[in-house]
């Protein structure tokens, strides 16, 4: 086998891409497998048996230099032939990318909080054709596999591309624990801390980036001064402007408990410096300084926007904050992991045992492999998820018409625009859902990339099995949710002991506000779609109680195919979602000390002045009517029309 692998500039300092080709080069080499590195240009040596290729690139326009650089390698690979083509970087086409730096389009929109904005960054001709290349990247026809490090990436490229999930790989990161360990806190703890001017037995915070502004370090230093400046510090490593950051921490009075080192070259000291590592990021796919850090012992706190949170139990190796500005939560999980370093360290690099380079390399391998087999093969019009296609195949569905002619199954709804079906195959529920008609982007379409965007957030939804579109018809497949039940059925029953009740509003008003915290609505907010599951031991990341609770509960979101984002009239779309689950859960069977109560988890950390709750309540109240009188009058023209369709007696 003939590898190119593409990645514009190579140079050794930067980690990230050039640290995982150096652990995956040689490994392929051992295997007899010719690797070629085509790049523009490179910095320092690269891991040896690769021959270096290089190709011509515009330098002095940050517009032009990757358009050129694509062109430029199209050019080489039409002249030279590869059996695989691995790009590091955005280049089209080729035959797997690995999206190590996640998309362009979740970091602008978690970039900026206002539209406006937003727009701003859109426009601007650099980001254009970052925009322009990642589209290409994922067209049909322009990559066979993906590689992501986290579920997180995965699941983003899904809810924003049409790719079948079969084609879209995580493989995580892998970790050199020969160098990364928990010694390393008795190598280099007194010497560094001795240089850096920081006293033997006070607590340490290590932070080590390139990108200050997005990792937030400001949201950091913040959450620091809550802390108490006595007998505790803050090293920031990596490359950036600390005039910024010093004037804050100025203003904060903590000029000085913190120490500025710039770019390090053997981070593992530095872990053996400090006591616990956060990261309070905006967007990462998948940190490996993160993973370094719990390898070396160092408990770690970040957030969800990072595909590290995927492999951190909580209270066990670190903490997890929903949101990088939540400066309260924050600080209370520092706290928290100070307590958790005074533990066993070799416990919590024990927690990410598995994750080795060694692995990485097998992974990736056999995603190479995978990929040279169905070269040439083309694309299906149904998209199915892993382990599925075979399955509905020996059900006898072969193409986008068997499915839409299927006539078997327990009709759920049935109009002229769709019908649902459960079926069974194989002892596996599923739902049919069949759209007649639909717009330019299909309703199952919209459907299967909301759940996938649900789940990028961390929302519990229906796990999707098949979608396929053709013209204006289109349909989607899902996995069923019994035998959990319904909220509305919970409520109707009104037999919840009053700490489960308690409980049960609080999960369900998380579940609200982090689709709103993301300008997420889901414009059919009834209880009839939510599903509710009871566990026996749920972890409370910023729970009610805090830790486990064994009357704790899962919600699950159902039918997102009306799910969108708006960036303007929030205010709107939250107050219609408000109302129609306020509606839903009905006059009689809700107490209104329950709805207070789930608008006061609702607002949770929110300022909001009391006329101005008062006023939104209001709002709600009054969309609440005009629902009620809607779906008064919908019922009465059905009813006039089943009563029209009733044979006369003669």
């Not at 002249?79 to 362009?104: F, K, M, S, W």
């Not at 904060?252 to 616990?276: C, H, M, N, S, T």
């Not at 306020?582 to 209104?592: A, H, T, Y």
Request: hydrophobic share 35%.
């Amino acid at each position: 086998m003939k590898i190119a692998v593409i990645i514009k500039d190579y140079d050794q300092s930067r980690g990230g891409a050039e640290r995982y080709l150096a652990g995956l080069a040689p490994r392929l080499i051992e295997r007899g497998i010719t690797v070629d590195l085509v790049v523009n240009r490179i910095q320092g040596s690269p891991p040896p048996g690769i021959k270096v290729k290089t190709v011509p690139a515009v330098r002095w326009s940050s517009i032009q230099a990757p358009l050129s650089f694509n062109r430029s390698v199209q050019r080489f690979l039409s002249q030279n032939h590869y059996d695989i083509i691995y790009g590091l970087t955005q280049i089209y086409p080729q035959d797997v990318y690995r999206a190590g730096g996640g998309l362009e389009h979740e970091w602008y929109a978690k970039k900026h909080r206002y539209s406006w904005q937003r727009i701003t960054d859109y426009i601007r001709p650099r980001y254009a054709v970052r925009l322009y290349l990642e589209n290409q990247i994922f067209r049909p026809g322009n990559v066979s596999k993906i590689i992501t490090n986290s579920r997180l990436c995965r699941n983003q490229i899904l809810s924003r591309y049409i790719i079948s999930p079969e084609d879209v790989v995580v493989i995580y990161n892998g970790v050199d624990k020969e160098i990364f360990n928990p010694l390393v806190r008795d190598r280099y703890n007194n010497a560094l801390r001795k240089q850096l001017g920081i006293p033997a037995g006070d607590r340490v915070i290590l932070f080590i980036s390139h990108n200050w502004r997005r990792k937030g370090l400001a949201q950091l230093i913040e959450a620091q001064a809550r802390l108490g400046k006595d007998n505790c510090w803050l090293i920031v490593a990596g490359r950036g402007n600390p005039a910024l950051y010093r004037r804050l921490a100025r203003r904060l009075g903590l000029e000085d408990r913190i120490r500025f080192v710039g770019p390090i070259d053997e981070p593992q000291k530095y872990y053996g410096a400090g006591d616990i590592f956060v990261l309070p990021t905006f967007y990462d796919p998948f940190a490996n300084v993160c993973l370094e850090a719990l390898s070396c012992g160092l408990p770690v706190v970040t957030t969800r926007t990072n595909g590290v949170a995927e492999i951190i139990t909580t209270g066990r190796n670190g903490y997890v904050i929903n949101k990088p500005d939540n400066i309260e939560q924050l600080a209370r999980y520092i706290k928290q992991a100070f307590l958790l370093s005074k533990t066993d360290r070799k416990a919590i690099s024990d927690s990410i045992a598995k994750f080795t380079i060694k692995r990485n390399v097998e992974q990736s391998l056999k995603v190479l492999e995978d990929a040279l087999r169905s070269k040439g093969k083309g694309e299906g019009e149904i998209i199915f998820t892993g382990g599925y296609r075979e399955l509905l195949q020996r059900r006898g569905w072969f193409s986008f018409g068997d499915i839409m002619k299927e006539q078997q199954g327990v009709l759920y709804k049935k109009n002229r625009y769709r019908s649902v079906v459960k079926i069974t195959a194989e002892e596996k529920d599923l739902f049919l859902k069949r759209h007649f008609r639909g717009n330019k982007c299909s309703w199952a379409l919209r459907e299967w990339q909301n759940i996938f965007r649900l789940k990028a957030l961390g929302v519990q939804t229906v796990n999707p099995v098949v979608m396929a579109q053709r013209g204006r018809k289109s349909f989607i497949i899902t996995e069923s949710l019994e035998p959990m039940a319904r909220l509305e059925d919970i409520i109707s029953k009104a037999s919840l002991p009053a700490r489960q009740k308690k409980i049960l509003i609080y999960r369900l008003a998380q579940l609200t506000r982090r689709l709103h915290d993301n300008n997420l609505f889901h414009k059919d907010f009834y209880a009839g779609h939510i599903f509710v599951q009871p566990t026996a031991a749920v972890s409370g990341q910023g729970g009610l109680a805090g830790g486990e609770n064994k009357d704790d509960f899962d919600l699950y979101l159902i039918d997102v195919q009306r799910l969108r984002e708006h960036l303007c009239r929030r205010g709107h779309w939250r107050t219609k979602d408000l109302a129609s689950l306020n509606f839903s859960v009905g006059q009689g069977l809700v107490k209104n000390s329950d709805k207070i109560r789930f608008l006061e988890y609702y607002w949770k950390g929110t300022f909001m002045p009391r006329g101005r709750r008062r006023k939104i309540i209001g709002r709600i109240m009054a969309k609440t009517e005009r629902i009620a009188r809607h779906t008064e009058k919908l019922l009465q023209r059905r009813n006039k029309d089943r009563s029209n369709q009733q044979p006369k007696s003669k």
